[in-house]
Structure formats: structure tokens, C-alpha cells
């Protein structure tokens, strides 16, 4: 069936036999179908209307509950009025971006949320903004009635269905408009491009607030007319063995992860296995939103072979929310396609010259398949002139499924009907290999972040100044991962060095909760004739070990204030904390008047940490605990202290 708005699909596949399960723990699951959802949503829509939001009004969704994310966002289609998703977070970062996309949008704007959330909002520290006013919240906790249906209004393919903004990014959050026609057209590609069926059931622990978690694992089912398992974000976070063992119950078709989702699950996995579990219905892990990981697509795989999953059910994916999502897709079926490249060939306008073997000198790159329906892909120069096969250049898409408006944006990323990813790469027997980035944007935990944000965050204090500190992004040597890297410019000794480190490394967790790999002095910071900073520069020159010996002198200073630290001998409890931390961060070192906090323990690693010791000691603490006693000589004064636990 061939439909031209979401509506017009959702209408169509409403029935009693399809259904979206919301997943929100181990022993808490609802399950509601597509009738029961169209109905749930024109409901909704009455009270919207009550409310005034009308046609073209833009309705920021804050929440954290699938199930609420669901039906507001489809009320909001029925009723032609445009929402906003935006994540809620842990940090005071997250909730200025949300005055800061009400400021960006301007005109008519209300905020959808729940109490809880509205209140953090209002005793946010970074604002003094005067929106929202009270006429302009909706609370889901107040709703209670949604039988009387609301009225819908007339959808065009070209109207706005939602505006995606940029998942990691608050500084100046940059918003995707997406028409209602670039979505149907995109998702209409994947269904064909991955052969999928009413027999599918898919299953996704992405956030909705994702264009991989939203429109491929809940638009895509409900257009496709497929029963599909949303899975809550934080579940998967602290129970990431509960991801499979409910695709295995579920008996899921469709699964789909960033890098950081398998390396999350194998930790846990290695740590304490599986049992009982029956993956032999998947046929496909889509596997996308970050740089892919070519060792990681293997360790999963392997470490799930033994369950029944078939070997060649990774598909390594190519998107971005410009294109409503979707931009290749490999071979069903296929083998998964890794060519090694050498370094140096890598550049724009060089040829991409092959290793039939992997080497010191190499990247092993995963090839990401062909357009699918609907999209076309170019590999271009600088001027956006077409290159050949095999010739490293700038990726540029364009069809029915690319965005035509970016909010925020000043339309230089535009060259005519070609859009201009920000990425680099190459296309080689039509198949499209993803080499790096040209717009300089991090991949953390499936969220970009922009460096100049973090390089804002950092300087709030005054401490630094902006074009002294540089943030970089680099790809780890060990498995692949995207690394945070944060240079500074600084002309005294490494000693003097050490406490602005920490500080350093505390103000990005603390604000952004993401984890600094190095913080690096340097002599100098590089730019161009015109004055911009050369973040590649830095980033190569890390890789090519110009810092080594400097990283390894910082490590020899820090091991020397470490033993200054030690105060005697470290009860059973402090190693066996120490040992966990240690066992979540392997590459820091822990001394028991370490702040997890301000060492660069980011939430994930706080919920591996917290596990870790729920292991030892059962119940003996929240994870509420390690903020509220967060070195690790006080949380174990804190642990000693517990009956449980003597």
C-alpha cells in the first residue's frame, strides 16, 4: 500500500492484530494495539485542542515514558500540529537545550511533560527565560480522559511532520524538518531494502528522540504494518542482558544497536552469560548512528552464535535524520564487507588504496551497502563536482526522503538538490564505505555532539578561553570506539598541569555525562590562514603518537600524587570497590579519595559501577547512593555502615 502521510498509514493498518509492546522493565510490560493506539491518539488530540494548540503549532515533547512519547506524537499528526521530541537527560545541559529550541522556534510553542520534568526544567541554574508560561504546559500526569475523539485536521504530504534536532548537541542545537513525504518516501526504501513483512516483529532499546529508535523501530512497523517492542532506554542501560532475552521472548525478526549498545551488552555478558535464550527468528541487527566497529560486529556475533543466531544477520546500515534516516542498506544476507585501507589514502581527492590484510598502517572499514529506494548517493570534491570509483571524497544524498529545511542551519550544506552529509568516503563496486567526518561532529554513547559546545561548556567558568582549548574526536585504537579528546594550550609543568586535568575531565562529565579520554597540553594550537582551528590536526597527530610520551610522563605524575594519597592499609570493602571500578573504567587509574563523579565516570559507567557492587552486595545500595557518596573511601564507609553488609 502505497500512502503519502503517516496518518493515512496509521488510519489504514489500525486493526486488533498488530501491536507495539512498551518495555519498561523485566516484570512490566504493556501491550496495545494499532486500533487501540489510533484511538489512544485522537483522544489525546481533543485535549490538545481544548488546550488551543492548533494546526502548525510546534509542541515540544519532554518525557521520559514511551507510551506517553507515543500517543502525543501521533495526536500531533492527526491534528497537523508539528512536535518537537527532545531527550530529557541527567544534566543541566540537557534542560537549557530546551529553552534554547523554544527560543529557535519562535511563534506559537508548547511544551508536552510531566510534572516531575517540568519542575527540574524550572529550577534549571543556566536560564532565565520566561517560557513556558502557564498556558503553554500540558502535563500528562493531569490527562485522564482521552475517550472523546478530537478533530482531525487535513494533512498534506508536504506538511511538517516533526523537526528532529540534534541528539547530543545543546549549545546551538541544529533541527531537521521533516515533511511528511520524506518520511513515508524514506520508510517505504527501508521496507523494501530490508524485505520486511507483516510477519516482522522488531524490537529497539533506542530512544524515541533518536531518528534511529523513532523512525526506524516505530514509524517504520506502524507504515509497515509490523508488531514491534519498544524497550525503555534506561532498562537496557542497567539490565543490558534483558535486551536479548527479550528479543528471544518476543521472538523478535529485527534488532537494531549503535557500537556502544553490543560493546555495553558483551561487557555484561562476558561478566555473567545467558541461558535459555533462542535467537534463530533474528534476521537482521541493524547497525548504524555511529562510526561501525568491524571487531565489535564480530564479538557480538560470535558470542551470540551459540544461541542460534545466524551468522550474517549484521547489517551494517548508513543514515542520518537529513535523510529521514535511511541512506544504504548492504545485501541481505550478505557477508559482512571489510576492506582494510591504507591511512595516508585517505585523504579528499586521493584514491583509496586497499590492504588484502589488516596492518598497523591500515582502517578497516565496513562497507554500508547501496542507496535504497528513493535516495541517491555522490561522492563529490570540495566544489561538488562527482568523483570516480574508489576516490576518497565528500558523501552528498539526494531524493524524496532528504530534508529540504534545517533550522539553525545557513544553507551551506546545500548545493542545489544535493545535500552535503558532513561525511567522508568512497565508493567502491557501488558500495559505499564511510571513511571519517568532514564536519567536525563526536559519536558518544549514539549521540553527536558538537566540539565547539563541550569547548563552550568548559570555558563557562573562565578558567579557559576559547581558541586555548580544543576538543577532538578520534577513533580508539583498541575497539574502534569514538574517543573525546580535549587539548589544551598550556606553557607550565605537567604538576602544574594535573589539577586543571581533573577539573577538566569533571566539567564534561558533570554537564554532559560524557567521558574525557585524555586531556592533553600542548606548545600550540593549530589553525588556518584564516584563523580557524585545525581539530584534525590535533586528533592525526594523537594518532600518530606525537603525544605519547607526554601522555605517559601525565600517567607517571598521576601514579606519584596517587601513592602522596595512600593512607595505610584498604579494607576488604575499598579493593572490592576499587576492583569494580577498575573492572568498568580499565583504562583509569583509582585511588580511594577519587570523586567518580569528577574522574570522568560517566552514567554509563556510574550504572556498570553500581551493578558491579550489586553483585557483591545485593541490595546494599541505589545508584542514588554513588552520588550522594561518591569517592570511593565515603561509599565504602557508607557500604560498612549497612547491616547487609557486615
Not at 115 to 129: H, Q
Not at 326 to 335: D, M, N
Request: hydrophobic share 40%; with cysteine; aromatic share 8%.
Amino acid at each position: 500500500m502505497q500512502f503519502h502521510t503517516l496518518n493515512e498509514a496509521l488510519s489504514f493498518n489500525r486493526s486488533e492484530a498488530r501491536f507495539v509492546t512498551f518495555i519498561n522493565g523485566q516484570e512490566d510490560e504493556k501491550c496495545i494495539s494499532f486500533e487501540a493506539l489510533y484511538q489512544r491518539a485522537l483522544g489525546l488530540l481533543r485535549v490538545l485542542q481544548q488546550h488551543g494548540i492548533s494546526k502548525g503549532d510546534h509542541l515540544i515533547l519532554f518525557l521520559n515514558d514511551n507510551q506517553q512519547f507515543v500517543d502525543v506524537f501521533w495526536a500531533c499528526q492527526f491534528g497537523g500540529i508539528i512536535p518537537v521530541p527532545l531527550a530529557v537527560g541527567i544534566s543541566d545541559q540537557h534542560r537549557q537545550k530546551v529553552f534554547n529550541v523554544a527560543r529557535q522556534l519562535g511563534g506559537a510553542r508548547f511544551l508536552y511533560t510531566d510534572r516531575k520534568n517540568l519542575s527540574r526544567l524550572r529550577s534549571s541554574t543556566s536560564t532565565s527565560s520566561d517560557w513556558p508560561q502557564p498556558g503553554q504546559v500540558l502535563l500528562s500526569d493531569d490527562i485522564t480522559d482521552i475517550t472523546t475523539p478530537g478533530e482531525m485536521a487535513r494533512v498534506e504530504p508536504g506538511d511538517v511532520a516533526f523537526i528532529q534536532f540534534s541528539s547530543g548537541s545543546t549549545g546551538s542545537p541544529k533541527g531537521v524538518v521533516l515533511r511528511h513525504r520524506n518520511l513515508v518516501s524514506n520508510i517505504e526504501g527501508i521496507r523494501e531494502c530490508a524485505a520486511m513483512s507483516p510477519e516482522d516483529i522488531s524490537l529497539c532499546w533506542m530512544p524515541l528522540t533518536h531518528d534511529m529508535g523513532l523512525i526506524g523501530f516505530h514509524l517504520s512497523p506502524v507504515v509497515n504494518n509490523y508488531s514491534h517492542c519498544i524497550m525503555r532506554t534506561d532498562l537496557f542501560v542497567r539490565r543490558p542482558l534483558y535486551w536479548i532475552t527479550a528479543a528471544s521472548q518476543k521472538k523478535a525478526t529485527m534488532l537494531g544497536s549503535p557500537n556502544f549498545g553490543f560493546k555495553h551488552f558483551l561487557k555484561a555478558f562476558n561478566r555473567r552469560g545467558l541461558e535459555g535464550i533462542d535467537l534463530s527468528r533474528i534476521r537482521l541487527i541493524f547497525n548504524g548512528a555511529e562510526p561501525i566497529s568491524v571487531s565489535l560486529c564480530r564479538q557480538f556475533t560470535d558470542a551470540m552464535a551459540g544461541f542460534g543466531l545466524p551468522a550474517k544477520s549484521m547489517f551494517p546500515v548508513y543514515g542520518l535524520a537529513e535523510a529521514s534516516l535511511a541512506v544504504s542498506f548492504p545485501e541481505i544476507g550478505a557477508a559482512l564487507d571489510v576492506v582494510h585501507a591504507h591511512r595516508n589514502s585517505l585523504s579528499v581527492g586521493a584514491d583509496a588504496v586497499l590492504s588484502p590484510q589488516r596492518g598497523p598502517d591500515t582502517v578497516s572499514l565496513v562497507g554500508v551497502g547501496e542507496p535504497i529506494t528513493h535516495c541517491s548517493v555522490r561522492i563529490s570534491d570540495p566544489q561538488g563536482n562527482a568523483q570516480p570509483e574508489g576516490r576518497v571524497g565528500h558523501i552528498r544524498i539526494c531524493g524524496k526522503n532528504v530534508t529540504e529545511q534545517i533550522l539553525g542551519d545557513d544553507g551551506s550544506i546545500f548545493d542545489g538538490d544535493w545535500l552535503d552529509t558532513g561525511d567522508l568516503g568512497f565508493v567502491l563496486h557501488k558500495v559505499l564505505y564511510v571513511t571519517g567526518r568532514y564536519k567536525e561532529v563526536l559519536f558518544v554513547h549514539g549521540q553527536n555532539y558538537y566540539p565547539h559546545d563541550i569547548e563552550e561548556v568548559l570555558c563557562e567558568t573562565g578558567e579557559l578561553e576559547l581558541g586555548k582549548v580544543v576538543v577532538a574526536g578520534v577513533s580508539s585504537r583498541q575497539d574502534e570506539m569514538e574517543e573525546v579528546l580535549v587539548f589544551i594550550l598550556h606553557k607550565g609543568t605537567l604538576q602544574d598541569f594535573l589539577p586543571l586535568r581533573s577539573r577538566v575531565i569533571a566539567m564534561v562529565s558533570e554537564s554532559l555525562a560524557i567521558e574525557v579520554r585524555h586531556v592533553i597540553p600542548v606548545g600550540r594550537i593549530p589553525k588556518t590562514t584564516s584563523g580557524k582551528i585545525q581539530r584534525s590536526a590535533l586528533a592525526g597527530e594523537y594518532l600518530d603518537g606525537t603525544y605519547d610520551d607526554i601522555l605517559q610522563r601525565l600517567a607517571g605524575e598521576l601514579d606519584r600524587a596517587d601513592t602522596d594519597e595512600e593512607e595505610g592499609p584498604q579494607s576488604e570493602i575499598v579493593n572490592a570497590i576499587l576492583a569494580v571500578c577498575q573492572d568498568a573504567l580499565p583504562d583509569r587509574r583509582f585511588s580511594i579519595h577519587d570523586n567518580l563523579l569528577e574522574i570522568g565516570a560517566d552514567s554509563l559507567a556510574l550504572v556498570e559501577i553500581h551493578s558491579g557492587l550489586d553483585d557483591l552486595y545485593p541490595d546494599a545500595l541505589a545508584i542514588t547512593d554513588l552520588v550522594e557518596h561518591p569517592s570511593i573511601s565515603d561509599l565504602a564507609k557508607f557500604l560498612q555502615s549497612r547491616d547487609s553488609v557486615v
